[in-house]
């Protein structure tokens, strides 16, 4: 990180040097310290340079000292720090006009020598740098790592590691966990939009940032793993700990959602005991999400526990279910698309208090009068009877099957 005017001040007050004029430009970049031993400096001023003088060499004239002001000002130097023997029957026009401009000027004790203070303002800009360095470096160590995480995961997920010893030895490389893991996948769908025309390098920030979220809500859990980041999406690849704790999974989507600020979607894996079968287990991962996401207010999804909804999801493929469906359903979608009416909507809640009418009415918010007047109109679109339990049984069943296609 760069060091501004305010350190470079920080260090000359601490030799008893003073700030005389120019406090607005404290945040001025310091990338360079040179010294001023030649009456005419100008071709060699240069932006973001802090300027050390005795004073001597612009000591001729009340213009000299004034253009050095104004020169040092055009060219964008930082600051200037000087000795006021030699100019002092000039000093106070030059701290007007450097007043004027806002310019920094730094005023050195006589008996300090200008050498010292450019050793000192050195030895921060140094120090700075190698700050810098340090910080690049470990910025490309992680970058190289996300990038061989991620080489790994494709691998594994399109099956272009054949061998379980190449598997293991790269797993071990990359400090992943060793078998028994499982995959949680953690998606938002509004992050898309967040992150749709934002610049490339500030698109990897906020995927960073929430990476760093999700590494935080795994550590209050104290569950170890691997964040990866995939087209917007987040598969975790965890360490799978002999009990099965639901609730881990519902904490850590509540405190990613709430420090990212999306509403995350979880999805568990069961049990994977070696990453040749890594395809099947992100597989029950995605189906966890998709399962999630087909449930209104569910926002975790462990495979294992998803059971009539893990089957339906697979059967949903078929195209007798998807007939199954469209013939059960589809007059009401038209109805509603023809009518901007919300019939299918009614006949969802309907089915979910299995036919008792007042909850329904409830939580619509609709009169007792008004819902029958509903309930008539989607016997008539449907040819089924609402009162009937295996009518509603095979509604109830169509209206799930439609969740997933």
């Not at 004239?61 to 023997?85: D, F, P, Y």
């Not at 499982?182 to 938002?188: D, F, G, K, P």
């Not at 939009?193 to 390098?201: I, N």
Request: glycine share 6%; proline share 3%.
């Amino acid at each position: 990180m760069a060091i501004t005017v305010k350190d470079v001040l920080e260090i000359a007050q601490a030799k008893g040097c003073t700030l005389a004029v120019g406090k607005e430009r404290l945040n001025r970049v310091v990338r360079y310290v040179d010294c001023i031993e030649i009456p005419d400096m100008t071709a060699w001023m240069r932006p973001n340079v802090i300027y050390i003088t005795t004073g001597y060499a612009c000591s001729g004239t009340r213009e000299e000292i004034l253009a050095l002001i104004r020169n040092l000002n055009k060219a964008k130097a930082a600051a200037l720090a000087i000795k006021s023997r030699f100019i002092g029957q000039y000093l106070k026009d030059a701290l007007e006009l450097a007043e004027e401009f806002r310019f920094p000027i730094i005023l050195m004790p006589e008996e300090l020598p200008f050498i010292e203070l450019n050793y000192a303002v050195m030895e921060a800009l140094v120090k700075s740098q190698n700050n810098l360095i340090d910080k690049m470096k470990s910025r490309l160590a992680r970058y190289n790592r996300r990038e061989a995480d991620k080489r790994l995961f494709i691998d594994l997920l399109t099956g272009n590691v054949t061998y379980e010893e190449e598997s293991n030895l790269r797993i071990s490389e990359q400090r992943w966990p060793k078998p028994p893991y499982r995959v949680m996948l953690i998606e938002a769908e509004e992050l898309g939009d967040r992150l749709k025309g934002l610049p490339e390098e500030e698109v990897e920030e906020q995927l960073e940032k929430i990476e760093g979220n999700i590494r935080e809500g795994l550590s209050a859990e104290k569950c170890t793993g691997v964040v990866l980041s995939n087209n917007g999406s987040f598969p975790c690849i965890l360490k799978a700990e002999e009990e099965f704790d639901q609730g881990c999974f519902e904490r850590i989507q509540e405190y990613i959602s709430q420090r990212s600020g999306c509403d995350m979607t979880v999805g568990v894996s069961g049990q994977g005991v070696s990453y040749q079968a890594f395809q099947d287990v992100y597989r029950e991962a995605r189906d966890a999400v998709e399962i999630a996401r087909s449930q209104s207010g569910q926002q975790v999804v462990c495979i294992e526990k998803a059971g009539y909804w893990r089957m339906l999801k697979d059967i949903s493929k078929q195209q007798v279910c998807r007939d199954y469906a469209a013939s059960k359903l589809d007059a009401l979608i038209r109805y509603d698309e023809e009518n901007e009416s919300n019939l299918l909507e009614t006949l969802e809640i309907f089915v979910n208090h299995l036919g008792a009418r007042n909850m329904t009415a409830t939580s619509l918010y609709l009169h007792r009068n008004t819902l029958m007047y509903r309930i008539k109109k989607i016997e008539h679109l449907t040819g089924y009877n609402l009162s009937d339990p295996n009518s509603i049984l095979e509604l109830s069943l169509a209206l799930h099957l439609r969740r997933f296609m």
